[in-house]
């Protein structure tokens, strides 16, 4: 099977600019997370989606971060304005389900530079 | 909210060494995985294990729930086991949401 897409691979914006990054999750996976990993730490989620509704989004900054899945789907995370200190790889994960069992699967993440 | 600690940060093994990791946490979890994300960066999930024990090939792990801490055997150790080893429970908040620790780097030379 196909496995979690993301684009773009790398990003580089100067702060106070915006971007968007994009996931596509496994085929059938009705749950999808966002997760920002910076350099030398554990991954911390950000958000995660139950087909097109928000389960937990309480460790995003929702100041300057916002992030949809529209048709269930296809997700986007956009960072408007950039600060220096969100520079990181950020990851997107799908599983087939919401509860306990149901491994995450990992996409190869973007690399995200602030200047 | 839940804490996850992990032992040693960092490991260098000749290659065909075994070795322990582990990983404790704060609370009672419903959820434990393990992953191993490569030096290309992607994560890769090892092991769904909130107890017991699990084998896959060379790489095991127990998970001692009542003592909160869980433990990943990696035995006759191959450069390709090199990158980082992460443990991750479930939040309070249930739902699969993970809390991912800080990780232990492995490198494996030859």
């Known amino acids: 099977e196909a496995g979690v897409a993301q684009s773009p691979r790398y990003k580089i914006i100067e702060k106070r600019q915006s971007v968007a990054f994009w996931c596509n999750p496994i085929s059938g996976h009705a749950t999808l997370y966002w997760y920002q990993q910076i350099l030398g730490q554990g991954p911390k989620l950000l958000i995660q989606?139950?087909?097109?509704?928000?389960?937990?989004d309480s460790q995003l900054p929702k100041d300057r971060f916002s992030a949809e899945r529209l048709k269930g789907v296809d997700s986007t995370l956009k960072i408007q304005p950039a600060k220096l200190e969100d520079s990181a790889v950020y990851l997107c994960?799908?599983?087939?389900?919401?509860?306990?069992?149901?491994?995450?699967?990992f996409g190869n993440g973007t690399r995200l530079t602030v200047t | 909210g839940i804490q996850v600690e992990q032992s040693p940060p960092d490991l260098i093994l000749q290659e065909g060494a075994n070795s322990t990791l582990r990983c404790n946490f704060s609370d009672s979890v419903n959820n434990l995985q393990w992953f191993h994300q490569n030096p290309w960066g992607q994560l890769i999930n090892l092991f769904y294990i909130p107890s017991g024990t699990k084998q896959n090939g060379r790489l095991s792990a127990t998970t001692v729930a009542t003592e909160r801490y869980s433990l990943l055997y990696i035995s006759s150790s191959q450069t390709t086991d090199s990158g980082v080893y992460f443990c991750?429970?479930?939040?309070?908040?249930?739902?699969?949401?993970?809390?991912f620790g800080t990780g232990t780097r492995l490198t494996v030379i030859p």
């Open positions: 989606f139950q087909n097109n509704g928000v389960v937990d």
């Open positions: 991750a429970v479930e939040g309070p908040g249930g739902a699969n949401n993970l809390f």
């Open positions: 994960a799908s599983s087939l389900r919401w509860i306990y069992n149901s491994p995450l699967h």
